[in-house]
């Protein structure tokens, strides 16, 4: 059984660009787009999904919870990595489809399931022989 959604309705165009009502547009898979960011800097450290259990879950505990793709299965950050995520803040876009989290880093200070600190740890470069990845650490 499906609990009810504790989030707001369709508040219309005007309201969910200038309202107060928080009404999170999950897309046609049931899920939104969520970057994180570490609180302290500023630094994007990943790119996850949330459905509404997963935010609901981020909510009520104030732990990152996120939606495995691959896995289908809602997790928490950091349950079997020690890479917890606290959540210091959550912004919403301007029509209400995509999240951006700043959290506090608990464990080794990473994100990654590599075991660095970010994601985002190549940089795509081009010349004559085509795109290639560069290490930026």
Not at 21 to 47: K, Y
Not at 93 to 118: K, P, V
């Amino acid at each position: 059984m499906t609990q009810p959604s504790i989030f707001g309705g369709d508040a219309g165009k005007r309201g969910l660009e200038e309202g107060a009502s928080f009404t999170p547009r999950f897309g046609p898979d049931g899920l939104i787009v969520c970057v994180v960011r570490a609180a302290e800097d500023g630094e994007i450290l990943m790119v996850a999904y949330m459905n509404e259990e997963a935010l609901r879950l981020t909510l009520e505990t104030g732990q990152a919870h996120y939606w495995s793709r691959s896995r289908r299965e809602i997790w928490r950050k950091g349950a079997t990595s020690g890479q917890t995520q606290t959540v210091a803040d959550i912004r919403v876009d301007c029509d209400q489809d995509a999240l951006l989290l700043a959290i506090e880093a608990g464990g080794d200070g990473g994100a990654c399931h590599t075991g660095r600190r970010s994601c985002f740890y190549r940089r795509l470069s081009q010349d004559r022989a085509g795109p290639r990845l560069t290490f930026v650490e």
